[in-house]
């Protein structure tokens, strides 16, 4: 490879930060209607050249999703669930009328990047290769239609932690002045326009010292729905509770692998709807024990304090929670080859 083409290195393993670095090399294919998928190639990492008037600038038809590979300790390079964000993929490009990819041939185009670009995988316990699969409209058009081109393209990255706060518990706000997504819209859809929708109010939180916000559904604005990037889950005494998937809720693998995780421990696990109103006196009564997010990310992220209209309710004083530290323990434990694979979630690159 050209010298002149190589990615900036980052500094140090302790100063990865999350999407700053990003590695050697991408993998590109395009579509045409009637084609189909072709022009499959991986090639040094640059930019990208679009028409002005394609259509994903002007309407927004775009998905992506995210997975990790992670270095074990014998120095297997192992990707983290790739199956199931690729389906996901597939089910967010449904829903904005964009073609599907073939999961088998996509997952092995991730382990030869992954393998080119090995070096970049970082080695320190708590640092991963984050993998971006994006598509894109790339039709030149400015009527509003589905598009007949696409680009998809696969970029990766070393990164650390996603929260400064790292497993400490964050602290998050309810908002009932905005909202994210509405059933029968595309809030299942790991799409742009989801997290576009949310700028503004994450933005009002991080002034006044929030790490995210957590969203209630759009027409009671009375039950909760996610947090900004991850699901949310709530023990309440013995219950572990998160709200059903309904259609205006990502559904994150990190919840799946928290749900299996929970039966597979013999915990009884509640997906229902679940009222701001019952956690707020949740925490009051202390019949609410934890609470956490979960998301690619930051894998499992306890929430230590909940504020809601106005008023700050701390979460279990503030501490990280028993089930919270298992759940990542676990989770963890797997992805770095520490723990047994009982579900073969983990796929080794070969190198």
Known sequence: MDPSNR??????????????????????????????????????YGHLSLDPAALVLHYGQQVFDGLKAFRQRDGVIQLFRPRAFLERMNQSARRLCMPTVDTGFCLEVLKELVAIDQEWVPRKRGTSLYIRPVMIASEAALGVKVSKQYLFYVMTGPVGAYYPEGFNPTRILVTNQYVRAVRGGIGEAKTAGNYAASFLATEEAFQKGYTQVLWLDACSRSYVEEVGTSNIFFLFGNVLVTPALGGSILPGVTRRSVLQLANDWGITVEERSVSIQEVIEGIRSGGLVEMFASGTAAVISPVGELDYDGEALTVNQGRVGELAMRLYDEITGIQYGERPDPHRWMEPVKL
């Not at 990615?7 to 045409?32: A, K, N």
């Open 7 to 44: 990615r900036p290195r980052p500094p140090s393993e302790d100063d990865l930060g999350f999407g700053v670095y990003f590695s050697d090399h991408m993998f590109r294919m395009d579509y045409d209607q009637g084609q189909g998928w072709h022009s499959p190639r991986i090639e040094p």
